[in-house]
């Protein structure tokens, strides 16, 4: 039959109870004081870490802006671009052109070149200083020239008709001259006539 504590044992488990219980009290009521605080610390780094987040968010909108910014001078580089290209592409195209064009004059006007070129060396060689400004000198008179030209056409159109009764008049002439050397003392008077025309020289 077990045997009942005794009093001096029982007080000893209660006196450690009571210090047991008191010990927790105390320990409890410390981490209940200090939880104030605990909490305000963990409140001032959360507030801290929100302003750092805050700060990011920030950061990465300015970021974001100045990406879009990039991106919107990178779209508007690339149709320039486009457009250069095009432009390129059609000064190109007219160059292509105008090459095949110079090709085919330059097949044209080779064999002259080649042919001219003895004669023009030639001339500038040739050529004096005063034979070019009698050039100039021409060139300037060539309005009155051509003037002149056109009111001399029409008599000369009409020589083909007069060439026929000048030949005549000339025939007519020569006969007269014959008749008059045949009158008798026809030389006398024309070494007279000299004679005259002599003294009034």
Not at 102 to 129: G, K, M, N, Q, W
Not at 131 to 153: G, I, N, S, W, Y
Request: glycine content about 6%; charged content about 20%.
């Amino acid at each position: 039959m077990p045997l009942l504590p005794s009093p001096l044992q029982l007080v000893s488990t209660v006196q450690k109870a009571a210090q047991s219980s008191l010990q927790w009290s105390l320990d409890t009521t410390t981490f209940i004081v200090g939880l104030p605080t605990r909490v305000s610390a963990l409140l001032d780094e959360a507030e801290g870490l929100v302003r750092q987040v805050s700060g990011v968010v920030d950061g990465a909108a300015r970021a974001v802006a100045a990406a879009d910014a990039v991106i919107a001078a990178c779209a508007a580089l690339v149709d320039r671009t486009a457009v250069v290209a095009n432009e390129t592409e059609v000064v190109v195209g007219s160059a292509a052109r105008s090459a095949a064009v110079a090709d085919e004059l330059l097949a044209i006007y080779r064999p002259l070149a080649l042919t001219a070129a003895p004669l023009a060396t030639r001339f500038v060689d040739e050529i004096s200083e005063d034979e070019v400004h009698a050039a100039v000198k021409l060139l300037d008179q060539l309005p009155e020239l051509t003037d002149r030209m056109a009111a001399l056409m029409p008599i000369l159109a009409t020589l083909d008709t007069v060439s026929p009764e000048i030949h005549e008049l000339l025939d007519v002439v020569k006969d007269v001259r014959q008749a008059i050397i045949g009158v008798p003392g026809f030389g006398f008077f024309r070494r007279r006539g000299e004679d005259k025309l002599g003294e009034g020289d």
